[in-house]
């Protein structure tokens, strides 16, 4: 099995074409589709809900959807997409009152569980908790929007929660988002970063294969 995913995310894909972009991307040798979910609240933009993630199902979308959520509160929405046909379920700890309790809600609904860290949320948060994650995503932009810049000081927060993860001896994917491109995926990798978010430097490209083929020479290297 690939160790590295790539996991491009739809934030900037053209929502009027939404399903044939997820089969171009997924086509082109993407690994798992990244759903950014936002309310207007816990970050200022509003995008998709469970409606959609269903919607791709239907539409025949088998490849696992990575739903990250960026709202707030979070058990509501987390049993709708569990429903909906979510794979991963990721939720920031600030926007959770009981973060145990709702880790346990996603995996009890047969969904695998992780945390989001902002760029500066400390990575404590996942101390009395490791066992309850099947993932670990650091954002390297404060999240809301796609297209912004790879905040430098995540690859030490990176060597950080890869230490972490190692001496857990847990099977914890460690998932970067934010300001991954080609030219950089490299180093991320090499922090300790096994599985990808990358938004605009997909969808914003002509070709999505070579555009992933790319990432992924860079990565083998
Ligand atoms: C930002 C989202 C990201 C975003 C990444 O809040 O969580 O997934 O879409 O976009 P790029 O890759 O363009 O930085
Ligand atoms: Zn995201």
Redesign the pocket.
Known sequence: MNPYLIAP?I??ADFARLGEEVDNVLAAGADIV?F?V?DNHY?PNLTIGPMVCEALRKHGVTAPIDV?L?VSPVDDLIRMFIDAGASYITFHPEASNHIDRSLQLIREGGCKAGLVFNPATPLSYMDYVMDKLDMVLL?S?N??????KFIHGTLDKLREARKRIDASNYNIRLEI????KVDNIREIAEAGADTF?????IFNTDDYTATINAMRTELEQ
């Open positions: 995310s934030l900037s990244h950014d936002m970050v990250h960026m954002m932009v999240p809301g929007f796609g297209g912004q988002d934010g300001g991954v978010v990358a938004g605009s430097a």
